[in-house]
Structures are given as C-alpha cells and as structure tokens.
C-alpha cells in the first residue's frame, strides 16, 4: 500500500475499515500512487464507489496508479491534503478554501457542471405544521423548530443556509428550540428529519434528488419546503507538487482528464452518474469570493 494512503486511513481505526482501493489501479514499482478523496458527505458506500470510479477513469486517461483514501470527516480532508497526503480532493465550497488557504499553491481544476449554480434544500417534517414558501424571508417560519445542519463545514449543509437563515432574520444559536444539530452528512440529515428527531433540516439539493429518484426518503413523513437561490459549490482542487512527484505537466494532464469528462463513453457516463453531472467545467478561484466572505463572518476561516 502506498505510504501516503496508509497515512491517510491512519487518521483513525474507522477509517481503516472504510478503505477499499482498487488492486488493478495500483501497480506498484517506483513510482507513486496518486491519491483521491473527498469530502464524506454522504453514505460511505455510495461514496466509495463514486470515488473509486473516478480512479479508474484517472489511472486510464494517466497511465499511473490512483487510490482512494476515505476520511471521516472535512477537517480531516483539509488536514490530510495541507501534509500531502491527499493529491486531489473533491471538496465542496467552504473546504475548498480552506484547502486553498492553507495549501499554498494548491491547484483548483475543474467543477462539476451542476455546481456552477448549486442549491440547498430546506426539508421538514410534514406533521411539523411548516409550510412550504417561495422567498428566503420564509425561512422566519422554522424559529422555535428543533433543527439541523449537515456537517459543521458543509458549504449546502450549513455555511449558504446559516447566511440565509439569518437574512430571515435568525440567529441559528438563539432562535431554534435549543442549540442545532450537525448530523455530519446530507444522508443522515434526510434520515434525522425523517425519523422525528428533528422537525427541519437542510441538506444539498442533489443528494436530496438522488434519494427521492431512488424511493429511499419517506415523502408521507417529510418535505421539501424550500430551495435556496444558487452559488458555486462543489470543485476538484490538487496538491502543489503534483509535478514533482509525477512530472513536470502532471498537473494540467490532471485537470485536462478531469475536463475530458463529457459522457462520450460508457465509462465517463458511469462516472459522472454517481457524480449527478453531466460533465466537468473550468472554474475559478473567484466564483467562491462569497463562499470565503461569509466563512469569515462565521469564523470558519481566519
């Protein structure tokens, strides 16, 4: 195994358990393996494949062995990817700058196309008495309600929602029925609110889709009651010194593989289906100036 993967999965015992890289993709010999990951922002498993699609995509189009390393948590993936652990990390809005920030000379390469204008859902439970509205004012209907967030640094699950919340005029600490939750991913947040645990939530739209297309989410017990105004999200961002270890113009190969993927072969159309997209588009550090502005009015980057 690769030492920087085993450093990866050595953050912690579950992470060991989680790991489950492909054998054909790492040939061993001298040289390195590039190592993927991403944000866990979901359930494990359907992660996993995702992710793992992806590196057998990169290992074709490269010529060199790609591994995932799962992490359990965004801190982690920031962490991981600043000592040069992680090579490429998709990462959403807010742990893109913070990658960013922390990683000088980090490269950022490419985003999904449904991430140029990305939204969040607000969901409820239907015997909660919230109803559905159209404007961000509405969202003045949930104070009082037990409420939660997906993971503390999720730019759908918490960061755009908190700004939103509070051009309602909530204060997320004072304004629910006692502190909110952070459920850790858009998965459990479907599955808290669903379950009663909460009475509303907020998650990103395409999990949220992908879950009601595949039956899984109860639509007699919770509801969507309302989708955010868009922003740029979600975007792949490599290590600094991709070039060192695996050549000079690994990198622009790097991204130039990741912006091939247009869905003209039925390996590229696998890939992008577990990513929601269609295809992968050029993006630009100054699409996420809001995501860092309001990240800095939380106190989520310094």
Known sequence: MDV??????????????????DDDASTGGDQPALVISAIPDQEPSEL???????????????????????????????????????????????????????????????????????????????????????EVAGLSALK????????ESSTSGRLMPEYMLAEAGLDSAEDFAGEPGFSGSHDKTIDLVEAGSYDAGVLNSQV???????????????????????????????????????GAGF?????AALLALDGSTAQEKEVLLRYGA?????????NYDQVEEIARELGLVS
């Open 4 to 21: 920087r993967l085993f450093l990866a999965l050595a953050v912690t015992p579950l992470a060991l358990l989680a790991a489950c890289g």
């Open 48 to 134: 996993a494949a995702r992710e793992e699609g992806l590196a057998d995509y990169l290992a074709n189009e490269l010529d060199v062995a790609v591994e995932y390393a799962p992490v359990t948590d965004y801190a982690a993936s920031v962490s991981l990817f600043r000592a040069g652990d992680l090579d490429l990390v998709f990462y959403g809005g807010l742990t893109g700058v913070q990658a960013r920030l922390q990683t000088p000379g980090a490269v950022l390469l490419g985003q999904r196309d449904i991430d140029a204008e990305f939204r969040s859902v607000f969901i409820s439970g239907r015997d909660t008495g919230i109803e559905p509205f159209d």
């Open 144 to 151: 009082g309600s037990r409420f939660t967030f997906g993971s």
């Open 208 to 246: 949220w889709e992908a879950r009601t297309a595949a039956g899984t989410v109860d639509l007699d017990e919770v509801q969507v009651v309302f989708t955010t105004p868009t922003y740029h999200d979600y975007h792949w961002i490599a290590g600094p010194d991709l070039d060192d270890q695996f």
């Open 251 to 255: 990198t622009d190969k790097l991204g």
């Open 278 to 286: 269609t295809s992968v588009i050029p993006t630009e550090a100054s």
